[in-house]
């Protein structure tokens, strides 16, 4: 039996690394899938699902966009069931020389996209009193990491959103949660932590590993079923105990 059964859901950052994980498992369980990216092979991805699925090329950073393509997969798919707020970015930089124009463009795609999306789909959630709003934080919420300032900041951010989303929205059939893993083996995980510094990380970890996109999809996917209905406000580590010390 498929878990999503015809849902709607939209993913962003759907065109690599996790978004991609989700946009095949959801695809595997019967979602019917709006996938936003700013990259157009966000349209490939989205066609090789089949024609019930739709691409969206959108920058998260531009308000106006964000709601023009809310409005157009309304019109395209009559609705949201399930909301992934995936898509971010990762600049690595020294405290005391992080450019204020690299602190807002962080917030203005990991933090600020995340609410305008969810506002976007609020209201068609509200009216079929259904949703799930599953938004992908990361450990450096919860614990400091060298030169993650500006990161980090835009993680916890997620989580005080989440907070108040499950609780503003809970009472009309909507949960709220955030996954929070270590290193992905993604493009963007890979980057920031190869070589030696990867090494020692990875060293760290309880289970001795980072996780991989397809764990991160079958997490989101829990959370984005009936079986989740009264886990809200939640952040799930999947960190392999990394946080726990
Ligand atoms: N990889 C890790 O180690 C790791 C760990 C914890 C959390 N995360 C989080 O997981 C999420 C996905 O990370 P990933 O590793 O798959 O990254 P990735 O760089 O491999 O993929 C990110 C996707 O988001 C898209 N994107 C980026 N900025 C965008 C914008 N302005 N508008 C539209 N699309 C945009 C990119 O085009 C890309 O397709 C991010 O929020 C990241 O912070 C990643």
Avoid at 29 to 43: C, M, P
Avoid at 199 to 213: N, S, V
């Amino acid at each position: 039996m498929q878990k999503l059964n015809g849902k709607i859901a939209v993913i962003t950052g759907a065109a690599a690394g996790i978004g991609l994980a989700l946009a095949e498992t959801f695809a595997r369980e019967g979602g019917r899938l709006a996938l936003i990216d700013r990259s157009d092979t966000v349209l490939a991805v989205a066609a090789r699902f089949g024609p019930d699925h739709r691409g969206y090329v959108t920058d998260l950073g531009d308000e106006a966009a964000i709601e023009a393509t809310f409005a157009r997969i309304g019109a395209d798919l009559t609705t949201v069931h399930i909301l992934v707020n995936n898509a971010g970015i990762a600049i690595i930089t020294p405290a005391e020389s992080i450019p204020t124009a690299e602190w807002d463009l962080t917030m203005r795609i990991n933090l600020r996209a995340p609410f305008l999306c969810a506002r976007a789909v609020a209201p068609l959630m509200l009216r079929q009193k259904w949703g799930r709003i599953i938004t992908v934080s990361s450990q450096a919420a919860v614990i400091g990491i060298e030169h993650h300032a500006s990161y980090s900041a835009s993680k916890a951010g997620l989580l005080g959103l989440t907070n108040c989303l499950a609780i503003e929205w809970g009472p009309h059939g909507i949960t709220a949660n955030c996954v929070s893993p270590t290193v992905v083996e993604t493009e963007l995980g890979k980057a920031v932590w190869a070589g030696e510094k990867g090494e020692r990380a990875r060293a760290e970890i309880p289970t001795r590993r980072f996780a991989q996109p397809e764990e991160v999809a079958e997490a989101v996917l829990y959370l984005a079923s009936d079986a989740a209905a009264m886990v809200n406000g939640a952040n799930l580590m999947l960190d392999g105990g990394n946080t726990i010390r």
